[in-house]
């Protein structure tokens, strides 16, 4: 009796630990992509080198609204979880799938938005909080203590009013400056800016777009006072501001990883991981500007704090 | 313009074919049509060799962790200052590993400057021999420290745990196997890459992850900078050194001390510096005393 009791056990532990094992063989991760951008395929990059042995399927939906394509494209490959690149991508798959874990990224202004609140949902966010952008801004010019930063208010006056607070606590002081009409724009810079150690260019799209002259105006203002301005794209930093700071995608296909061990190895559900903001970040610094501000003798070793330099040397 | 025929053709051969055109110009020409084409084959042979045609040295080079992204740069910078010693030398910088190697029989290198993780993690693949390596201001090690949240007082406590850290591609998993604690492993551990420790740093901070692995030295600038952001952190442990990176030496390569040498002369001004930066350390010294694979 006691024998067979044992041979019972034995054999459960041993079926056990094999099925265990064969969870991880098995484990689909399906990436749906709205549209194939060179940034996706870094970020899926990014997941494959932090998770070689992961089998991956990937749907591309080339910018269309192809729900019966992916509705087909889950049924067949019946994954673990689906991770959607993109807004199409993440809107499309969730309202087709309510039980498969979904992880969306690159998408902005997911609040706004109430389906990302299923409970099958979870995600990274496509905002780089404050806290992060300032902490680095603080590395390369720990002198900085004033920061000017033009915004539109029907855009971005809950982004200013939360840096606000948060840079309060690192010892900076945030000068909001308002500009409800671009066109007033160099003059409102002018008249707030005047003093301010640091500038913070938005991604304000009523404020920094083809029709506005802002973009110029800003640069121009930040080179001739001297005062280093914080980008958020390496576009603007070719430009000629100071130092830029955006997503680093293959570090989001490593959280995107992170993330997925959480719900399949830790069995974590979807609704209890918050959203989070994106921890891998891509700066740039310009070096030319860099000598305008300090001149020729600097420590170059504030190099090792950047991701790239521009222009690079030939 | 120089020319690098070593993968192409040795003397001997050159030699060879040399000699057998002369043979066959011989059979249908005159005596003064001949010694005319035999003045012109001897002119062209010291021509060629007057720029040195000679065997340039192949340099492979593998550093992902750099922070210098001038790279044409650093091959000119090595190229030139070889060249100033009497080395011709064809320099190849590689981003992934996966180039490196498929690269290594096809071009069989003579030496390799590579990080000191992915030395031993080669070693047994390519027999290779380290004898330089890299230092900063004399020290050949550096260090890495596990920092956590102050709530953490033992490694047992990050298992399936998230941990931020400076990784490069699938190969440097291995890397940060040896440089966590024991029972840790990138198995039970789940490992966020970044491309710097500030941004491993803050995301500890704003505990998107429980651990990060930063060098001291970035720990302390944030603390000086930053205070606020490290107050709920500490240093759990100092990790193993890691050495800078080395200079390694194929098998069956001879002759190499002319060149290990000028490597080992390279000074850290002027346009070698830049060459320097790129491997993180101000000079590299004989590797004595320290085995093979470490």
């Known amino acids: 009796m006691v024998d067979k009791f044992l041979k019972t056990t034995l054999i459960l532990a041993i079926y056990l630990s094999s099925a265990s094992t064969d969870i991880s063989a098995k484990t689909t991760y399906a990436f749906i992509k709205s549209k194939n951008f060179k940034q996706i395929d870094m970020v899926i990059k990014g997941f494959t080198e932090s998770y070689p042995n992961a089998k991956i399927s990937i749907l591309d939906m080339n910018g269309k609204k192809v729900e019966n394509k992916v509705s087909g494209f889950i049924q067949k490959e019946k994954p673990s979880i689906i991770i959607c690149m993109g807004s199409l991508a993440a809107r499309t798959a969730i309202k087709i799938e309510k039980k498969i874990p979904i992880i969306f990224s690159m998408v902005i202004n997911y609040k706004k938005v109430s389906a990302y609140q299923q409970d099958n949902v979870t995600g990274i966010s496509m905002e780089i909080p404050p806290a992060n952008l300032f902490t680095q801004f603080k590395m390369l010019m720990p002198e900085v203590r004033t920061i000017g930063v033009p915004f539109h208010p029907a855009v971005s006056s809950e982004i200013v009013n939360d840096a606000y607070d948060i840079l309060k606590e690192m010892g900076l002081q945030l000068i909001r400056i308002r500009v409800s009409n671009p066109i007033n724009f160099a003059s409102k810079l002018s008249k707030n800016a005047e003093n301010c150690s640091g500038l913070w260019m938005l991604a304000d799209t009523k404020l920094y777009n083809r029709k506005t002259k802002a973009i110029k105006e800003l640069v121009k203002f930040s080179k001739i006072k001297k005062v280093p301005l914080l980008a958020f794209s390496e576009a603007f930093v070719k430009s000629g501001a100071f130092f830029s700071i955006s997503i680093n995608y293959k570090s989001l296909g490593s959280q995107i990883t992170m993330i997925s061990k959480r719900l399949i190895q830790n069995r974590v559900l979807p609704a209890n991981i918050p959203i989070a903001p994106p921890i891998g970040t891509f700066t740039v610094i310009n070096r030319d500007y860099m000598q305008l501000l300090i001149g020729d003798d600097f420590d170059e070793s504030i190099y090792d704090e950047v991701d790239k330099v521009y222009p690079e040397e030939n | ?294």
């Not at chain 2, 060629?48 to 210098?68: G, H, K, Q």
């Open chain 2, 1 to 294: 313009m120089i020319f690098s025929i070593k993968n192409l053709v040795s003397l001997q051969k050159l030699k060879v074919i040399f000699k057998n055109q002369y043979i066959m110009i011989k059979t249908f020409l005159n005596t003064e049509q001949v010694i005319s084409v035999k003045i012109k084959l001897i002119i062209l042979f010291l021509f060629l060799f007057s720029i040195d045609l000679v065997f340039a040295e192949t340099i492979f080079i593998f550093n992902p962790e750099t922070r210098i992204t001038r790279i044409r740069k650093v091959k000119s910078g090595i190229e030139n200052h070889l060249k100033s010693k009497g080395i011709h030398t064809d320099v190849y910088i590689f981003v992934k590993s996966e180039d490196f190697e498929n690269s290594v029989s096809r071009l069989k290198p003579d030496l390799a400057i590579v990080s000191s993780y992915y030395y031993s993690l080669m070693a047994s693949k390519y027999k290779w021999h380290a004898v330089l390596s890299g230092h900063k201001d004399g020290e050949k090690i550096f260090t890495k420290v596990l920092v956590t949240l102050k709530s953490l007082n033992n490694p047992q406590q990050l298992i399936n745990k998230n941990l931020a850290t400076v990784s490069l591609g699938a190969s440097s998993l291995s890397f940060i196997d040896s440089l966590l604690p024991s029972g840790l492993s990138t198995e039970n551990i789940h490992v966020v890459s970044v491309s710097k420790d500030i941004d491993a740093m803050i995301a500890l901070a704003f505990e998107q992850v429980e651990a990060a692995i930063v060098t001291m030295a970035s720990f302390n600038k944030l603390k000086k900078n930053n205070p606020v952001a490290v107050k709920n952190l500490h240093i759990m442990q100092k990790l193993n050194p890691i050495q800078y990176p080395k200079i390694a030496v194929f098998p069956k390569v001879e002759s190499i001390e002319k060149l290990t040498n000028a490597l080992k002369e390279m000074p850290y001004n002027g346009k070698t510096k830049i060459v320097l930066r790129f491997f993180g350390v101000t000079g590299f010294t004989h590797n004595n005393n320290l085995g093979d694979n470490k």
